[in-house]
């Protein structure tokens, strides 16, 4: 079966980074675009970053020029990378594996900011 287990959240300090890590596992991960979504206590779960199959990437507005996306086709993996956090990126993370049918999730990794 399809497993989505992210890694690295915790709690850090405004201005500091953190790296996410999402290993998949059931699926020709390749062949699916990757992404991280968030969702704040009360608000909606919201696009962080994607990664497609054919190479292209693209931010949340909020988060263009702090966070990066990546891949390793070899090991199956996706990251994201956060520099300069904020106060307001706290949230629960979700790795998100899309292709045709409904998307795949993982459980979710608590990153927490203090000002």
């Known amino acids: 079966q399809v497993q989505l287990v992210e890694s690295g959240g915790g709690l850090v300090q405004a201005g500091g980074s953190l790296r996410l890590s999402c290993a998949a596992s059931g699926i020709i991960f390749s062949n699916y675009d990757m992404a991280w979504y968030r969702q704040a206590p009360g608000k909606q779960r919201e696009l962080v970053a994607r990664?497609?199959?054919?190479?292209?990437?693209n931010y949340a507005d909020s988060v263009k020029g702090r966070f990066t996306i990546s891949r390793d086709n070899a090991e199956r993996t996706v990251y994201l990378q956060m520099n300069s956090l904020k106060p307001e990126d706290t949230a629960v993370y979700y790795c998100?594996?899309?292709?045709?049918?409904?998307?795949?999730w993982g459980q979710g990794t608590q990153v927490t900011v203090s000002s």
């Open positions: 998100a594996a899309e292709r045709f049918g409904p998307t795949k």
């Open positions: 990664f497609r199959s054919g190479g292209s990437t």
